[in-house]
T-cell receptor
Framework: GENVEQHPSTLSVQEGDSAVIKCTYS??????FPWYKQELGKGPQLIID?????GEKKDQRIAVTLNKTAKHFSLHITETQPEDSAVYFC??????????FGAGTRLTVKP | GAGVSQSPSNKVTEKGKDVELRCDPI?????LYWYRQSLGQGLEFLIY????????KSGLPSDRFSAERTGGSVSTLTIQRTQQEDSAVYLC?????????????FGQGTRLTVV
């Protein structure tokens, strides 16, 4: 089955700096790559996703990039704010089925 | 409600007892997942249901864990003879697996504490 690895496990940045979280996947047939944000005491919520037919997608301060050849994808957060502090999970799935998650990255944005 | 509902929200049980955790997915969602999240850890895949297909049970950690999904809707995760290492938050998610948006919606989770 699909195996998703995520790095780093923890990330601390100063407010206003950028944060980058990277994931790799094992199944070359995977074609859907969402990112979830989990705030304390809540379930994860989707923040952005990308499909294998595009290499990059942006939504305000958040962007995702996908390298299908290398089988890795990344989340970029620019101009970080304290409210960005959370645990972020990447995931990969094939034909919208059987979604597998990375181990998560705990992002701390210091004011 | 429009979201994924899990019950109970908190469960404290004695070691050796059986527990049942319930998940009500979003109506019409064909895919349902169970994950386990230990304190400060990532999402550990447990089991995946997709429509009428046989579930993917490859993530269940031992034969004490089982899950079923009746009528393609509500799911229950059962843990028999609970152990202290079973203490975690158990998260359920559902999604509509079509060629369109396939966001997985998570419930708030059930926090299980085995004492």
């Amino acid at each position: 089955g699909e195996n998703v690895e995520q790095h780093p496990s923890t990330l601390s940045v100063q407010e206003g700096d950028s944060a980058v979280i990277k994931c790799t996947y094992s199944d070359s047939a995977s074609n859907y790559f969402p990112w979830y944000k989990q705030e304390l005491g809540k379930g994860p919520q989707l923040i952005i996703d990308i499909r294998s037919n595009v290499g990059e997608k942006k939504d305000q301060r958040i962007a995702v990039t996908l390298n299908k050849t290398a089988k890795h994808f990344s989340l970029h957060i620019t101009e970080t704010q304290p409210e960005d502090s959370a645990v972020y999970f990447c995931a990969a799935s094939k034909n919208n089925n059987d979604m597998r998650f990375g181990a998560g990255t705990r992002l701390t944005v210091k004011p | 409600g429009a979201g994924v509902s899990q019950s109970p929200s908190n469960k404290v049980t004695e070691k050796g007892k059986d527990v049942e955790l319930r998940c009500d997915p979003i109506s019409g969602h064909t895919a349902l997942y169970w994950y386990r999240q230990s304190l400060g850890q990532g999402l550990e895949f447990l089991i995946y249901f997709q429509g009428n297909s046989a579930p993917d049970k490859s993530g269940l950690p031992s034969d004490r864990f089982s899950a079923e999904r009746t009528g393609g809707s509500v799911s229950t995760l059962t843990i028999q003879r609970t152990q202290q290492e079973d203490s975690a938050v158990y998260l359920c998610a559902s999604s509509l697996t079509t060629t369109g948006r396939t966001e997985a919606f998570f419930g708030q989770g059930t926090r299980l504490t085995v004492v």
